[in-house]
């Protein structure tokens, strides 16, 4: 008698914590994560005269005034699409040690790219395209010489990429996953597009952003990934064998 036992990969979630990774990848994270803190580099002078034409060519194709209620709606929105790998979680969330798992891998996506995000931001002046053309809007005084990258853009990336990865690996088969991947990263991709129209950054300033989120987005739980390549076990009984392995 022959039987065969299968054992179904989307039981359980397909990501683990490891101590010894983690402990590092946690402290490179922390690392990481507070280093916008020391960094605030800062313009000596008040900028004047400002000359549309020092922009490159492939940004100053697209500068546009600025428009404080898309600004306030793409700044606000962006951070939002940072929640969108709950959707990965809730179909293992009565799995024991799943929100501690995705938290944990989360956190250091989130520290990663935030701290890479502003760490470049607090350290690079470049002036927002508003400057050359409106001044500086109320408010935003002490925000004006930041546009480089896009805070905004990072975590919508983040949050695109890592529902994206996520959810490819638990659920390979799902009817569901290609139009998970393309929605996650339109709505990212309008964030970011948003952002350039409302005057607040360049085009460089987004696709540097859309970079970095996605790269964390995928490298995190990619690191996490549990090692299911078992070989086959033939197990002898009284009566026959069982051949047991998993898909």
Not at 112 to 125: C, E, Y
Request: aromatic share 12%.
């Amino acid at each position: 008698m022959f039987f065969c036992t299968i054992t179904n990969i989307f039981s359980q979630t397909v990501y683990e914590l490891n101590l010894k990774k983690d402990l590092v990848l946690g402290a490179l994270s922390l690392g990481i994560g507070i280093t916008p803190f020391f960094v605030n580099n800062k313009p000596e002078n008040f900028p004047i005269n400002l000359n549309k034409n020092d922009i490159n060519g492939f940004d100053r194709t697209l500068m546009f005034s600025y428009k404080k209620p898309l600004d306030l709606i793409t700044d606000n929105g962006a951070y939002v699409l940072a929640l969108l790998p709950v959707i990965s979680v809730i179909p293992n969330i009565k799995e024991e040690n799943t929100l501690l798992t995705y938290g944990i891998m989360y956190c250091e996506a989130l520290l990663l790219t935030f701290g890479t995000t502003f760490t470049l931001k607090n350290a690079v002046i470049r002036y927002r395209p508003y400057m050359y053309a409106d001044g500086i809007p109320d408010g935003k005084e002490k925000d004006y010489y930041n546009s480089f990258p896009s805070g905004a853009a990072s975590f919508s990336f983040l949050g695109a990429s890592f529902l994206s990865a996520t959810f490819s690996q638990e659920f390979p088969d799902s009817k569901m996953k290609l139009p998970v991947i393309i929605g996650s990263y339109t709505l990212a991709t309008t964030i970011a597009s948003l952002r350039i129209i409302s005057g607040a950054h360049f085009v460089t300033d987004v696709l540097t952003s859309a970079l970095i989120g996605s790269v964390y987005g995928w490298l995190i739980p990619a690191l996490h990934l549990k090692n299911n390549n078992e070989k086959p076990a033939i197990i002898p009984t009284g009566n026959g064998v069982i051949f047991s392995f998993k898909i």
